[in-house]
C-alpha cells in the first residue's frame, strides 16, 4: 500500500489543474490583480452557493473574522465567546478587532459550542458569539441563535473548515449573521495560497466589511475608519471559481469516507466525532479520542499512514493570553487537545485507504 497523507485532496484537483493555470494565465493577462470582475464573479458565485444575499472575498480566514466583527461594531470593552478548542486563528481575530475572546467549553460529542457551554462565559460586556463549525462539524445554530437574541448579541460563524457543511438545510456561511470563510490550501475549498470570504444577509454588515478589507475607503481617497489590505487576489478568485462547482461532491466524498469510517468498526478502536443533530457535516478533518494518541500517530506512521494531533493546546491555555490570569477550566476542550488524532480524510480517500488505516489502528492497539 502506498504512504497515505492526512489530507486526501491533491488527485482531485489534480484534473482541475490546467483549467486553473488557464483562468490564472487570463487574469495576468488582463492586468486586473485587485478586486475588478474575477473577485467579483467569484464573490456572487460563492454568496449564490452557500445561500447568502452577500459574499466579500477578503485575504484569508482570520481577517474575513476580524472584519466582521467589526463590521457588527465588536471593538474595544466588547467580549466575545470563543470556544476552547479551535484553530488559534479564531481567538487571534477577536483580539485583532480589538475586542476581548471569552473562552468557554465544547461539546464532548461533537467538539462546538453550544449554548450549555456558552451561556455560563456570558457577561454584560459580551457582544458577539464566535461559534466554530469545528472539523467541518456544524456547531448547533439555532439554540446559540435564541441564546443572541435573548441577549442582544451577534452571532458569527467561523466556517473556516466547513465549506459544503449543512444545518438543517441551511449551508454553512448562512446560519449567523456573519460567517468567514478560509480558502487556505487544504480546506474543503482551497485557494493556492491564502483567500478568504465574509457571507451574510446584512447590507450594512457587508457594506461595512467591502469597507474594511480595503483600508475603510468609502469612495477613491475618503476613508471613513481605518481597515485593512485585505482583498481576495483575483488570481485566487480565478482558481476558486474554477473549484467551487466540485464542493458538492468533494463533500459527498468526505461524508461517505466518515461513514465507511464508522461502519468498519473504528469505533471499538478510539472515540469517532459525532455529527450534529440535524446537519449534514463536511468532514474536513476526521478527529477521533485516544488516551493512546501519541502511540496511534507513531505506529500509524511507521505504517505509511499520516495522523496528526489537533490541537494540542486549547485556546484558554495557549502562552498568548497567559498575561490574562488563571485559565478557566474547559474539560471537554482540554480532552480534545489531549486526546485529539485527526485520520486521513479528503475528497479522494478510497475505500481501500478506509480500510487500510483501521486495520492499522486495529494493530496498533493490539501489540
Ligand atoms: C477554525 C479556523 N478558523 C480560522 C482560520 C484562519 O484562516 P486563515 O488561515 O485563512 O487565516 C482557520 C484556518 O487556518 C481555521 O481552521
New binding site residues.
Given amino acids: 500500500m502506498r504512504p497515505i497523507p492526512l489530507f486526501v485532496t491533491r488527485p482531485a484537483l489534480e484534473p482541475l489543474l490546467p483549467l486553473v493555470v488557464e483562468r490564472q494565465r487570463a487574469v495576468v493577462e488582463s492586468g486586473r490583480y485587485i478586486l475588478g470582475p474575477e473577485v467579483e464573479a467569484f464573490e456572487s458565485e460563492f454568496a449564490g452557493y452557500v445561500g447568502a444575499r452577500h459574499c466579500v472575498g477578503v485575504a484569508?480566514?482570520?481577517?474575513a473574522?476580524t472584519i466582521a466583527l467589526r463590521a457588527f461594531g465588536c471593538g474595544p470593552g466588547d467580549e466575545v465567546i470563543v470556544p476552547g478548542l479551535?484553530?488559534f486563528?479564531?481567538a487571534e481575530a477577536v483580539v485583532n478587532a480589538g475586542a476581548r475572546p471569552v473562552f468557554a467549553d465544547i461539546d464532548p460529542a461533537t467538539h462546538c459550542l453550544t449554548r450549555e457551554t456558552a451561556e455560563p462565559a456570558l457577561s454584560e460586556r459580551t457582544r458577539a458569539i464566535l461559534l466554530?463549525h469545528?472539523f467541518g462539524n456544524p456547531a448547533p445554530v439555532a439554540e446559540l441563535r435564541a441564546l443572541a437574541t435573548e441577549r442582544g448579541l451577534h452571532l458569527l460563524e467561523?466556517a473556516?473548515?466547513a465549506a459544503g457543511a449543512e444545518l438543517g438545510g441551511t449551508k454553512a456561511g448562512a446560519l449567523g449573521d456573519a460567517a468567514g470563510f478560509?480558502f487556505?490550501p487544504g480546506k474543503n475549498l482551497g485557494a493556492f495560497g491564502?483567500a478568504?470570504a465574509i457571507t451574510t444577509d446584512d447590507p450594512d454588515v457587508a457594506a461595512a466589511a467591502r469597507r474594511l478589507r480595503d483600508h475603510g475607503a468609502a469612495r477613491r481617497w475618503v476613508h471613513t475608519e481605518t481597515g485593512y489590505t485585505s482583498r481576495l487576489d483575483a488570481i485566487q478568485a480565478a482558481a476558486l471559481r474554477v473549484l467551487l462547482p466540485h464542493l458538492g461532491d468533494w463533500t459527498a466524498a468526505r461524508r461517505r469516507a466518515a461513514r465507511r469510517y464508522a461502519e468498519s468498526g473504528l469505533g471499538e478502536l478510539v472515540i469517532l466525532p459525532v455529527e450534529t443533530p440535524g446537519a449534514s457535516w463536511a468532514p474536513h478533518l476526521f478527529v477521533c479520542l485516544t488516551p493512546r494518541r501519541d502511540e496511534l500517530i507513531e505506529r500509524l506512521g511507521a505504517a505509511g499512514i499520516e495522523a496528526r494531533a489537533y490541537y494540542t493546546t486549547p485556546l484558554h491555555r495557549q502562552p498568548a493570553f497567559a498575561a490574562r490570569g488563571a485559565a478557566p477550566s474547559l474539560p471537554h476542550a482540554e480532552r480534545l487537545a489531549a486526546e485529539g488524532v485527526a485520520l486521513p480524510m479528503g475528497p479522494a480517500l478510497a475505500d481501500e485507504m478506509i480500510d487500510a488505516v483501521v486495520a492499522a489502528t486495529r494493530r496498533a492497539f493490539a501489540g
Fill in positions: 484569508n480566514g482570520t481577517e473574522l479551535s484553530f486563528a479564531t466554530v469545528l467561523d473556516a473548515q478560509s487556505y491564502d478568504g
